[in-house]
């Protein structure tokens, strides 16, 4: 069977990019598009090429890339032109091939296999791809070229920007398992220092680590970082369309005012909830799994996550069970600048199994049934038309 030939394509510094087209004046300095600092989100969300080599980081605060960077200039995001050139760029992939998987608003990816006897190899699809990108919408992309998905996403970020970089069964070896091991794809922080912690550091390193000790230190996903390190990613390039089924749901917030106490991560969790849940039930998923996300008034992100036997579409449930996690991790050390909640390993009604896990079937059925029944007042009388006391 003949190999795959998948792409991954990655317009690069894409917020920083599309915000200077409507600021061209800007071209030749840092810049930096950052949230409102005045209502808080005063954190850098993209930057240039110009404010990159100083050092200036995604994620970061305000303050902190202009210590950096004194010139910085700061412009705000431009949502709306984000997801209009987001858009142009899959028409742009959909003329080579009607594979295209969307990996975040700036990614994704391309499977060309089938279209090689048309357009040429897959690195001479790469190069009209990030022709038609640079002449057609005036930003740059870095395209990946692979046979799957794992080593495409690498190649892409080897090499920015406005470049294609091919990464192939004779040489992946050379140009992949020398790089760090918190290049690979789902090697967070947590995963990257317990791997550190074994002497774990290249990817290489981990091809050589036994299965018995990657099993012990991360279940399962071991073995699955190891099969990607050695190139036995066999996952498809699935298309997006408007019958795709999200792989999770979540909301957050970050106000004007810090999170002090439970009682206001409570009424957050609740609001958080009705929304998700609300898009749970457009697409007949259940969650049997929900995730915590948090971060603190000095910056610091955490993340708690937890899997429950039955699964549920029911706000009240899914706010219980997000706002348990999160008493049981965290007792308020500090304020929290903003908190998320996320219903995950979401599972259709079939393979949902519906168990009670609280010991309170009964109350548990009757609230589903409130939650199905204001569920259908606001399909008819609009969102707003029903709303919980406590979230007011």
């Not at 404010?51 to 902190?64: D, L, Q, R």
């Not at 004194?70 to 997801?83: D, F, K, R, S």
């Not at 099969?227 to 089924?245: I, R, T």
Request: proline share 4%.
């Amino acid at each position: 069977m003949a190999d795959r030939i998948i792409l991954h394509c990655d317009l690069n510094n894409f917020f920083a990019s599309v915000s200077l087209l409507y600021n061209p004046t800007l071209k030749e300095l840092p810049v930096a598009v950052c949230g409102d600092s005045e209502n808080r989100h005063g954190i850098v969300l993209a930057k240039n090429e110009i404010a990159k080599k100083f050092g200036v980081k995604t994620a970061e605060a305000i303050f902190e890339a202009k210590r950096k960077c004194p010139e910085l200039v700061t412009l705000p995001p431009l949502y709306n032109e984000y997801e209009k050139y987001s858009l142009k760029a899959r028409e742009i992939y959909s003329r080579y091939t009607d594979l295209v998987e969307p990996f975040g608003i700036d990614e994704c990816w391309l499977d060309v296999t089938g279209s090689t006897v048309i357009f040429g190899s897959g690195e001479e699809i790469a190069h009209k791809i990030r022709k038609d990108i640079k002449r057609e919408l005036g930003i740059t992309i870095s395209v990946g070229v692979s046979f799957n998905k794992v080593f495409a996403k690498l190649g892409s970020d080897l090499k920015k920007p406005d470049a294609v970089t091919v990464i192939s069964k004779e040489n992946f070896k050379q140009k992949v398992w020398p790089l760090p091991i918190s290049d690979l794809l789902f090697v967070g922080k947590s995963t990257c220092e317990k791997l550190k912690g074994i002497g774990i550091t290249t990817i290489g390193d981990i091809t050589l680590c036994d299965d018995k000790t990657l099993i012990r230190m991360l279940g399962k996903n071991g073995i699955g970082l190891k099969n990607y390190a050695l190139g036995l990613d066999d996952s498809p390039v699935v298309p997006f369309n408007a019958e795709s089924k999200p792989k999770s749901v979540g909301k957050s917030t970050t106000t004007g005012k810090d999170f002090e106490t439970n009682d206001e991560v409570w009424s957050a969790f609740l609001g958080f909830a009705e929304t998700i849940c609300e898009t749970l039930r457009e697409h007949n998923l259940y969650a049997t799994g929900v995730q915590v996300h948090i971060r603190t008034s000095s910056l610091a992100v955490r993340e708690f996550s937890k899997s429950f036997p039955d699964g549920t579409n029911c706000a009240l449930i899914l706010a219980k069970r997000g706002f348990e996690l999160f008493k049981e991790q965290y007792h308020f050390a500090e304020p929290l600048r903003s908190v998320g909640l996320r219903a995950i390993n979401l599972k259709d009604e079939s393979t949902a199994e519906q168990i009670d896990i609280f010991g309170e079937k009964e109350n548990d059925k009757k609230t589903e049934q409130v939650e199905a029944s204001l569920y259908k007042v606001r399909q008819r009388f609009g969102k707003d038309s029903v709303k919980r006391g406590r979230i007011i």
